[in-house]
């Protein structure tokens, strides 16, 4: 009997002894924006410095497919937050989906524009633009959002110019040779490639923040990560675990060289834009001078914008589309 007590108690101790089973890790769901492309490459930071694990989180990074509509996923819950450019979230509230920004990476379009090279001359500044026929996509698109922007920066009105759709590069660089068309709105690194074919030349850098001040006078909100209202008040947590990551991402950008923030970038990706990786990275880069804030004006100037090509954005409240209160908790707790 002693030894039967004996063992009992034996065992009870090792019980009380093994460690409690851990609590599973919340799972969030981001769907980001084409994940490979350049204007992604905050993502891969925060993932390859751990800034996720460190929330206690663990984050799936999704990239878009052609199949699925991502604005359903985020509304129907299969996703928690998408990775996008800021324009969507005045889109989709106009079209009654409500979505916010919780945090704002990019503060420049992270583009270049170029005037083909016969017509530099006529163009050298926005109040110029006049008459001018600009490749710059579809009707909603950011680069088209973009050559409004600068139109209406130049005084003039969105019917004082026309707007071309895109071909691909090598079509856009031949309209430009032949003088049919006068503009061309280049992300990275397209403006490369135009102004190595003999095409155009610059005519106004949106990479960086200053540039894109001078250009359109006030910042430009692009990437940002945006989630539905719904979900910011029912789970708050995950847009502080969000909040948190890139906030910590974004000093690490701003505080490292190019070539320290490259080697964080994994090689499959790097490869894609070969021995450029570093160049492209580079012009990159400004589009990110930011601590996680919404800047008030930029998303006034771009709702302006919209609302002048579109009338159905001006009955969008601004305020809506963003909250700065996790960054804001996010920046006091890293101080």
């Known amino acids: 009997m002693k030894g039967l007590i004996a063992l009992l108690f034996c065992l009870f101790n090792v019980a009380a002894a093994a460690p409690a089973l851990s609590a599973p890790r919340e ?33 799936t990074v999704m990239n878009v497919r052609n199949e699925e509509p991502y604005m359903d996923m985020l509304m129907d819950g299969r996703v928690d937050a998408i990775m996008a450019y800021y324009h969507h979230n005045i889109v989709q509230r106009a079209a009654g989906k409500e979505i916010e920004a919780v945090v704002t990476l990019g503060v420049t379009p992270g583009m270049r524009v170029l005037v083909a090279n016969s ?68 992300p990275t690194p397209d403006g490369f490639f135009y102004e190595g074919q003999g095409a155009a030349t610059q005519f106004a850098d949106l990479t960086t923040l200053d ?70 990275l580079k012009e990159q880069i400004p589009m990110f001078a930011n601590d996680g804030r919404m800047p ?25 589309t963003y909250t700065n209160v996790f960054v804001d908790k996010a920046l006091k707790a890293q101080h």
């Open 119 to 186: 017509a530099r001359d006529k163009y050298k500044k926005p109040a110029d633009l006049k008459g001018s026929r600009v490749i710059s996509g579809g009707a909603g698109s950011a680069k088209t959002t973009i050559a409004n922007y600068l139109v209406l920066a130049g005084g003039h009105k969105l019917d004082e110019y026309t707007r071309t759709g895109t071909e691909g590069k090598d079509a856009n660089a031949q309209l430009l040779r032949e003088g049919k068309a006068d503009l061309v709105v280049a």
């Open 296 to 320: 008030e004006d930029g998303a006034v100037g771009e709702w302006r914008v919209l609302a002048e090509a579109n009338p159905k954005y001006k009955a969008v409240d601004v305020k809506q």
């Open 27 to 59: 799972r969030i769901v981001l769907l980001v924006d084409e994940v490979r492309q350049i204007r992604s490459f905050p993502v891969l930071i925060a993932e390859h410095l751990g800034y996720f694990r460190d929330e206690g989180v663990d984050v």
């Open 211 to 280: 540039g894109t001040r001078k250009a359109l006078g006030a910042p430009f909100p692009s990437n940002t990560i945006f989630m539905t209202s719904a979900k910011v008040k029912e789970k708050p947590e995950i847009a502080q675990h969000l909040a948190n990551a890139f906030v910590r991402t974004l000093k690490f950008i701003n505080t490292h060289t190019p070539e320290e923030i490259m080697e964080k970038i994994p090689p499959d990706v790097r490869k894609q834009y070969g021995d450029d990786y570093l160049k492209v």
